[in-house]
């Protein structure tokens, strides 16, 4: 613990340069097929690039993650001259401001090859709005701690099952103690190299935000990006056992599962 130095620790490095090598060689593979690769199979390589690179930490096809919904980008930009290639830049070099404050990190690792496929099949997705079921309403949560009564908007315990947490809080419980409590502590107690996220949870901080922080890094600070390495699902579950252990609805150590 005493010998990890915040700034240096790096969580894709290794896991970058393994997708590399699994996303050549697919390239490969479909290269073989034959050299008149036509507008959809662009998309179909361009999807997997998406899926080899980072994208999908920070974007998915019909919702906005940190980044905006991809049917969006391409229902504001499709058949407009110019566009691939500026979105191709925006990608390649990072970009800020047209859908926000949040920053998109730049990718030189990948080719124009690369860049030209993922782009390609971003402008070809149609909106999926249309086909999307209504939102159930919003369903709380009610848990009574030390007289209190906390509402919250995910369960963190499973439907009458003597206080065992959900696969989710759970989930959240083994991810927090591989990755977060180097800096952040274990069991989301908190340290001296990174805050308490109890604390930051209890000042109001939505999942979506943690999300956003998360996947973008404060790298000035020491809080590495972790787009590339985890998935959205992933984070909200961190959050749920962060939220369950700020609202003191789960004690230290590993929750009865
Ligand atoms: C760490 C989060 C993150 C990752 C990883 C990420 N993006 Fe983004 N992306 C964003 C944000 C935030 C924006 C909005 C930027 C803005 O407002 O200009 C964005 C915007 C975009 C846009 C629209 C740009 C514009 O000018 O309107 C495209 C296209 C895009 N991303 C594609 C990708 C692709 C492809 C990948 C993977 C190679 C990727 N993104 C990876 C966060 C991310
Ligand atoms: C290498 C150390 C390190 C690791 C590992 C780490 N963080 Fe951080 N994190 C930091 C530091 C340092 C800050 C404070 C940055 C600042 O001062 O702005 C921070 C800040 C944050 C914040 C913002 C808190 C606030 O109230 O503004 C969130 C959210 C966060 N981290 C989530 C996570 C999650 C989730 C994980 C595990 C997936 C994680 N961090 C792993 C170092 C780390």
Not at 67 to 77: E, I
Not at 97 to 123: A, C, F, N, R, Y
Not at 157 to 164: A, C, P, Q, T
Request: include cysteine.
């Amino acid at each position: 613990m005493s010998s990890i130095h915040p700034s240096s620790f790096s969580p894709t490095g290794a896991r970058r340069a393994l997708r590399r090598g699994l996303l050549s060689l697919s390239l490969l593979a479909a290269g073989a097929l034959g050299c008149s690769a036509q507008a959809a199979d662009m998309a179909t390589l361009g999807q997997q690039v998406a899926k080899g690179s980072d994208c999908l930490s920070c974007h998915a096809v019909d919702h906005k993650v940190v980044g905006p919904a991809f049917d969006a980008v391409a229902a504001r930009y499709a058949g407009k001259p110019g566009a691939k290639q500026m979105l191709m830049d925006a990608v390649k070099n990072g970009h800020v401001g047209t859908w926000g404050k949040i920053p998109m990190p730049p990718h030189p690792q990948l080719s124009q090859k690369q860049l030209d496929e993922v782009i390609t099949w971003v402008l070809s997705l149609k909106s999926a709005k249309a086909a999307e079921p209504k939102p159930a309403a919003a369903k709380t949560y009610s848990y009574d701690v030390a007289g209190k009564t906390v509402h919250l908007d995910f369960p963190v315990f499973e439907h009458g099952s003597n206080g065992k947490v959900t696969k989710a809080v759970f989930r959240g419980y083994e991810l927090w103690n591989s990755y977060c409590f180097r800096c952040h502590g274990v069991d989301a107690t908190g340290s001296e190299y990174a805050p308490d996220l109890r604390k930051s949870v209890l000042n109001g901080m939505s999942s979506q935000r943690m999300t956003s922080i998360a996947m973008t890094g404060i790298k000035a600070k020491g809080m590495p990006s972790w787009a590339g390495f985890f998935d959205p699902g992933q984070l909200q579950d961190i959050y749920q056992y962060v939220a369950a252990r700020a609202y003191k609805l789960v004690a230290e150590g590993t929750p009865a599962q």
